[in-house]
Structure formats: structure tokens, C-alpha cells
């Protein structure tokens, strides 16, 4: 299938560029979606990231009141079942994060703040092939809660993907590529906490998360540009979380809906005319489990959670330690 169109020129040398162009297009049939799932990645990398940015807000709102802190976070996870345009069989991901942060109190209310750097790396498996990810991350985040237990928080994260691959072809023909891409990513959340007992509380919470990831050309040595448009994405999400406290600990149970509103993504080869797209656009279940330790000026964090949606599964863990002063 000829996946690549070009206009004939009158030069022979015109001719002899195309022809190559031709014969290059032709032997990378597995590169094209490899490429295309570069950007599939770093989205859901990018959601995942954000996701942790927003979880030290989380810890935040259940640790000790020290007017300073310093914190670290490690998690890892797997991303299966994937669609069938996705051309990925799994993805498995890590990384880190630290940061520091502390508190100002206000009239009937405590604002905290502070800034973050991560490093991440996914790797990606395809049927012919394999692609790996190494993200760049420095995030700001902010919340706000009242003496009543109502609280609104934001992140704002700026990510640098570097991203390599290499795939088979169909006829056997191995080819490599490499393309930076550039994102940027706003969170907003509300919810409000409600004291059933002395112990046990629940939580509702609501949620936006938009973010973009820049044009980015995907190159390789045999003269194939794949050139990837740039690409929105506006995630809406609604959570319910119980918990139960104790002296110096808790544990508490999430179940969340969240709903993906864009996310096309759409690409073309060289100079070509024809453009491929395809949606990320999705439902996404998750429920997760966790547990939080306060002793003095220590803090320990540990959560699980299951994604389960229409174009992939996940699961992952995170780790979280801090230190207050």
C-alpha cells in the first residue's frame, strides 16, 4: 500500500529524490506506527506525571503542619491491553521526584505551595519493534484549604521528552529513529472532606487536567521525516475517596471516572499530502489503595491504583517520603 504521495517534478534528480523517498516510505511499514505511538505516550506519561504532581497535594492535606518540608517520590507501573491502533503490546514505566514546599497561613484558611523536578523513562514494547521514553519534568503547585475542610489546588508542569525507537520492517529491514517533544500541562481540582466520625471520613473531589505536547519530527536514517502535529487533551475526572484515621496513621479506598474530551492525533510522512489520525479520546475507571504514616516530623506515603479504560489498562505503584521542619 503506497502510504506516501509526492509531486512529480520535470528534473531527473527531482525524480530520483522522489523514487528514494518512495522506496524509504515503503520499507518502514512498522516505523509509521511507532513513531505514532510516541506521542500516545507521552500523553499518558504526561497524565501520569501530572497525576503524581497532584498526589503531593494529597499528602500535603493529610500531613503535619510544618511551616517547611523537603519530599521524595519513586513509582512504577505497567500500561496493557492496548487498542489495536495503538500498535503497542506493553509499556512499562518509572521515575522519580523531589521537591520542597511549605505553608502560609491566611484568615480561616492555609495556602501551600511549592516546586518539583522528576525525572521518568517508559519503555515500549511492539510486536516488531521497540521505542523508550526519558521525560523531563519542573512543576509548581498550590492549594488552598479552609477551616471547614474545602480545599481547591492546582499544578503547572513543563515536560522534555527524548524519545528513540527502533522497529522491523516487514521485509526484515531494521530502522532507527529519534524526535524531541515539548509539553506543557495545567491542573485544576476542588473537593471538600466530610467527617463522619472521629475516624472515618470520605472525600469527593472533581478535576481538569488540559495539557499540550508541541509539533515534533521523527526522523530517521534513511532520510524518513514522520511529522507529528501538535495535540490537546482536556481530561475531566470525578473521585470518591474513604478513609479511616488513626493516631498517627491512615488508610483510605478511591474510585474515580475520569473522561479524555480530545486528544486526536494526526501525523504525515515527509512532504506527503495524506494525513493519518487516530483518537485518544476515552473513559477511564480507576480505584486505588493507600496508606499514610505521620511519626514526629517523618512521613511515609504508599498508594496502589488500577486504571482500566477503552484504549489501555494500568497499574502502578508510588512510594513517598518527607521530611519536615
Known amino acids: 500500500m503506497n502510504i506516501l504521495k509526492s509531486q512529480t517534478k520535470s528534473t531527473s534528480g527531482a525524480k530520483f529524490k522522489i523514487l528514494l523517498t518512495l522506496f524509504a516510505a515503503a520499507s518502514i511499514a512498522n516505523s509509521a506506527p511507532s513513531s505514532d505511538s510516541f506521542l500516545n505516550i507521552n500523553y499518558l506519561s504526561g497524565y501520569a506525571n501530572a497525576q503524581n504532581f497532584l498526589q503531593r497535594l494529597e499528602e500535603l492535606r493529610q500531613g503535619d503542619n510544618v511551616s517547611k518540608d523537603v519530599w521524595i517520590r519513586t513509582h512504577g507501573g505497567k500500561l496493557d491491553s492496548f487498542e489495536d491502533e495503538f500498535d503497542i503490546k506493553e509499556a512499562r514505566y518509572y521515575g522519580v521526584q523531589f521537591g520542597t514546599d511549605g505553608i502560609t497561613p491566611v484568615k480561616q484558611g492555609t495556602i501551600y505551595a511549592g516546586v518539583?523536578?522528576?525525572?521518568?523513562?517508559?519503555?515500549?514494547?511492539?510486536?516488531?519493534?521497540?521505542?523508550?521514553?526519558?521525560?523531563?519534568?519542573?512543576?509548581?503547585?498550590?492549594?488552598?484549604?479552609?477551616?471547614?475542610?474545602?480545599?481547591?489546588?492546582?499544578?503547572?508542569?513543563?515536560?522534555?521528552?527524548e524519545n528513540e525507537f527502533d522497529a522491523t520492517t516487514t521485509n526484515s529491514y531494521r530502522i532507527k529513529g529519534v524526535g524531541n517533544i515539548d509539553g506543557i500541562s495545567l491542573s485544576l481540582e476542588a473537593g471538600q472532606r466530610?467527617?463522619?466520625?472521629?475516624?472515618?471520613?470520605?472525600?469527593?473531589?472533581?478535576?481538569?487536567?488540559?495539557?499540550?505536547?508541541?509539533?515534533?519530527?521523527?526522523?530517521?536514517?534513511?532520510?524518513?521525516?514522520?511529522?507529528?502535529?501538535?495535540?490537546?487533551?482536556?481530561?475531566?475526572?470525578?473521585?470518591?475517596?474513604?478513609?479511616?484515621?488513626?493516631?498517627?496513621?491512615?488508610?483510605?479506598?478511591?474510585?474515580?471516572?475520569?473522561?479524555?474530551?480530545?486528544?486526536?492525533?494526526?501525523?504525515?510522512?515527509?512532504?506527503?499530502?495524506?494525513?493519518?489520525?487516530?483518537?485518544?479520546?476515552?473513559?477511564i475507571f480507576d480505584s486505588s489503595i493507600g496508606f499514610i504514616s505521620n511519626i514526629n516530623n517523618h512521613d511515609l506515603y504508599i498508594e496502589g491504583t488500577y486504571q482500566m479504560g477503552d484504549k489501555f489498562n494500568n497499574m502502578k505503584v508510588n512510594v513517598g517520603y518527607r521530611y519536615g521542619f
Open 116 to 161: 518539583a523536578l522528576a525525572l521518568g523513562n517508559t519503555d515500549v514494547s511492539y510486536d516488531k519493534g521497540d521505542a523508550s521514553t526519558t521525560s523531563y519534568d519542573v512543576g509548581f503547585y498550590m492549594l488552598y484549604k479552609n477551616d471547614d475542610d474545602f480545599y481547591a489546588q492546582g499544578a503547572i508542569k513543563y515536560t522534555r521528552n
Open 194 to 283: 466530610f467527617d463522619i466520625s472521629n475516624s472515618f471520613y470520605i472525600e469527593p473531589l472533581f478535576g481538569l487536567i488540559y495539557s499540550y505536547h508541541a509539533d515534533a519530527i521523527i526522523s530517521s536514517p534513511n532520510n524518513l521525516k514522520i511529522k507529528l502535529y501538535n495535540i490537546n487533551s482536556v481530561l475531566a475526572k470525578l473521585s470518591m475517596a474513604a478513609g479511616y484515621k488513626f493516631k498517627d496513621s491512615a488508610v483510605y479506598i478511591k474510585a474515580g471516572y475520569a473522561r479524555e474530551f480530545e486528544g486526536d492525533l494526526i501525523y504525515k510522512f515527509n512532504d506527503g499530502v495524506d494525513e493519518y489520525r487516530h483518537e485518544i479520546n476515552s473513559n
